[in-house]
């Protein structure tokens, strides 16, 4: 279903604000009840887990198999009734607030926010989307609203949010809860949200694009783990499927696009974490490697990077519908470092813009 895009004018193109390695293998353990949130299931820290048993909600609507567990037509929720007794919220990493900025009116009507590593990457795609909404103006003179704080950069673009979000988990994590917030605060309904970036390939051709099927951690597993108060947290990174296909059929509409659905593993490390054996550190020979990446393989994986499993999650715990689409830069089977020149790595890096913004403009009836 289309939005009627006369219902969402005026635009508005922008807003401003102010040693020794030890490796233990992972054991079954029992699990018990927390009994302050009887929702929630934890695991002792000092007790080994098993990455098959669980698996356990933690908040209402985690654990979901359908896409009815996704919130329709329904604003923005948060999970946290703490936030009530607030009489500020401040969202200090974005340089804003409740009460210092009017943030219905500066975020109502968003409909869709694409977040990325880059805070160039980021600009560029908001500039991009200027362009392809035809929106007035020039699409230079787009302002970055978090320029009070150098942690992110924001930009607005009519009902499409750009956002940085920096290098791995703990940095899209910050970001991701005051995203989150700022999206309730501003009473925003129906958003869409799209991770887009750069991965490697796991027996894919670089240039490929992948749209992420299932976020999956180092043991291949669907889950996110989160400690909290020394308590080990495991959450649901379930995506939604029929977004997942959506995409995948305007990556049909677009010429010269391979585009695949596959697993997306996401790791705390670009090195080790990752099975390099170009670090500063390396514990592992060749032939271990392509044995852990041929079982990935297995697994369903097709694509590594830092952050898809806690912004998966995250989404999934709050009724967001989400998708992670990144383009692939090298084959891991083949190598470790990225040489391929510039120009084409440019090239790469926009294949995920234009998948997504020709979701974008079929949503807002731009496009059939």
Same mark, same amino acid.
């Given at each position: 279903m289309s939005l009627n895009l006369q219902q969402m004018l005026p635009f508005r193109v922008c807003s401003t604000a102010g040693s020794t390695d030890a490796i233990r293998p992972f054991q079954a353990t029992t699990r018990r009840k927390n009994r302050e949130h009887p929702a929630a299931d934890i695991i002792p820290k000092d007790r080994? +887990?098993?990455?098959?048993?669980?698996? #356990?909600?933690?908040?209402?609507?985690?654990?979901?198999?359908? @896409?009815?567990?996704?919130? %329709? =037509?329904?604003?923005?929720? &948060?999970?946290?009734?703490?936030?009530d007794s607030l009489e500020e919220d401040i969202l200090y990493h974005f340089d804003l607030g409740t009460k210092t900025h009017n943030l219905p009116e500066m975020f109502g009507d968003i409909k869709f926010v694409c977040v990325g590593g880059s805070a160039n990457r980021m600009r560029s795609f908001a500039q991009f989307m200027h362009q392809e909404l035809g929106m007035p103006g020039d699409r230079d003179d787009i302002r970055d609203i978090c320029a009070g704080t /150098? +942690?992110?950069?924001?930009?607005?673009? !009519?009902?499409?949010?750009?956002?940085?979000?920096?290098m791995g988990v703990p940095s899209i994590s910050i970001m991701l809860h005051e995203l989150i917030k700022l999206l309730h605060h501003a009473h925003c309904r129906d958003v869409v949200l799209f991770r887009i970036g750069t991965s490697g390939g796991v027996?894919? #051709?670089?240039?490929?694009?992948?749209?992420? /099927?299932?976020?999956? /951690?180092?043991?291949?597993?669907? =889950?996110?783990?989160? &400690?909290?108060?020394?308590?080990?947290?495991?959450?649901?990174?379930?995506? @939604?499927?029929?977004?997942? %296909?959506?995409?995948?059929?305007?990556?049909?509409?677009?010429?010269?696009?391979?585009? #695949?659905?596959? @697993?997306?593993?996401?790791?705390?490390?670009?090195? $080790?974490?990752?099975?390099?054996? /170009?670090?500063?550190?390396?514990?592992?020979?060749? %032939?271990?490697?392509?044995?852990?990446? +041929?079982?990935?393989? %297995?697994? !369903?994986?097709?694509?590594?990077?830092? $952050?898809?499993? &806690?912004?998966?999650?995250?989404?999934h715990v709050c009724g967001l519908k989400a998708a992670v689409i990144c383009v692939t830069l090298l084959n891991r089977f083949e190598g470790d470092q990225i040489t391929t020149p510039h120009e084409v790595l440019v090239e790469y890096q926009q294949r995920p813009q234009l998948l997504v913004s020709r979701y974008i403009k079929k949503r807002l009836g731009l496009i059939q």
């Open positions: 080994e +887990r098993s990455t098959h048993k669980t698996m #356990a909600p933690i908040l209402l609507n985690t654990m979901g198999t359908g @896409n009815s567990d996704y919130i %329709e =037509q329904q604003e923005v929720h &948060v999970k946290n009734p703490h936030l /150098d +942690r992110y950069s924001m930009y607005k673009v !009519g009902p499409v949010l750009s956002i940085s979000h920096g027996g894919l #051709a670089p240039g490929t694009v992948v749209i992420t /099927d299932k976020a999956v /951690d180092s043991f291949f597993q669907p =889950q996110f783990e989160q &400690v909290v108060l020394g308590k080990v947290i495991v959450r649901s990174t379930e995506l @939604n499927k029929g977004l997942a %296909e959506e995409l995948l059929s305007c990556s049909t509409e677009i010429p010269d696009l391979p585009t #695949a659905i596959g @697993n997306t593993m996401c790791t705390h490390d670009f090195y $080790e974490g990752q099975g390099r054996l /170009d670090g500063a550190l390396c514990s592992f020979s060749t %032939e271990e490697k392509l044995e852990y990446l +041929r079982k990935a393989y %297995e697994a !369903g994986v097709r694509n590594i990077e830092m $952050e898809s499993t &806690v912004f998966a999650a995250m989404c």
